[in-house]
């Protein structure tokens, strides 16, 4: 089946860093994907739509120029969390629709 | 606004049934899912419903929708150890996007031997 791969699945950075997670699609084109954020014991919630060739779409509240998305190809979307500060810290997941909704394994993201 | 409301916890002996169940808000929302999320991994799709049906089974799962009291509920016969995990319901909101959807904040389900 459709298989979508997150990398990297954990990642430890100091504050002011940036940090990139990369979302691939293996065996479909995805013209949409999908980043979410998951805080513990808090539900998914989405933070933007990611579009192949254009520009991402913030959800309300998320800020774009921290967390910058790049839709270059069908198969690849990138997360770049800029700046990180510690209330950053959080897992991360995205998804690509293909016939159906297909989501990554997730980042966990730890700032200090 | 738009809400998905599950219980936070359930504990459950292996081979009795685990009943899930969720509430929504939007009643425009086209399909309804169940997710479930093993520890450290990401969310599985385990079934959906579209809003016209009332029920669907699928092996241990039965899926009940009840659109009226806008009400969900995942069955999941002869549980497992291996079937603890979150369970996540979901709605896909307005439009129908399964990219937008609105996700509960997930059901613990603990199976005890």
């Known amino acids: 089946g459709a298989v979508v791969s997150q990398h990297p699945s954990r990642v430890i950075c100091k504050s002011g860093t940036s940090v990139k997670i990369e979302c691939r699609s293996l065996d479909f084109q995805a013209t949409t994907m999908f980043w979410y954020r998951q805080f513990p014991k808090q539900s998914l919630m989405l933070m933007a739509t990611s579009n192949e060739g254009s520009k991402a779409t913030y959800e309300q509240g998320v800020e774009k120029d921290k967390f910058l998305i790049n839709h270059a190809s069908l198969t690849l979307s990138t997360l770049t969390v800029t700046s990180a500060h510690p209330e950053d810290s959080s897992f991360y997941i995205c998804?690509?629709?293909?016939?159906?909704?297909?989501f990554g394994s997730g980042t966990q993201l730890s700032v200090l | 606004g738009e809400d998905v409301e599950q219980s936070l916890f359930l504990s459950v002996r292996e081979g009795d049934s685990s009943v899930i169940n969720c509430t929504y808000t939007?009643?425009?929302?086209?399909?309804l899912y169940w997710y479930k999320q093993e520890p450290g991994a990401g969310l599985q799709l385990l079934t959906y419903i579209f809003s016209n049906m009332d029920m669907k089974q699928d092996q241990r799962l039965t899926v009940l929708l009840n659109k009226k009291d806008k009400h969900l509920s995942l069955r999941i016969a002869d549980t497992q150890t291996g079937d603890s995990a979150i369970y996540f319901c979901a709605e896909s909101g307005h439009g129908g996007s399964q990219g937008n959807l609105i996700f509960g904040k997930g059901t613990k389900l603990s199976v005890k031997p």
């Open positions: 998804s690509a629709r293909g016939e159906k909704l297909f």
């Open positions: 939007d009643s425009s929302s086209t399909y």
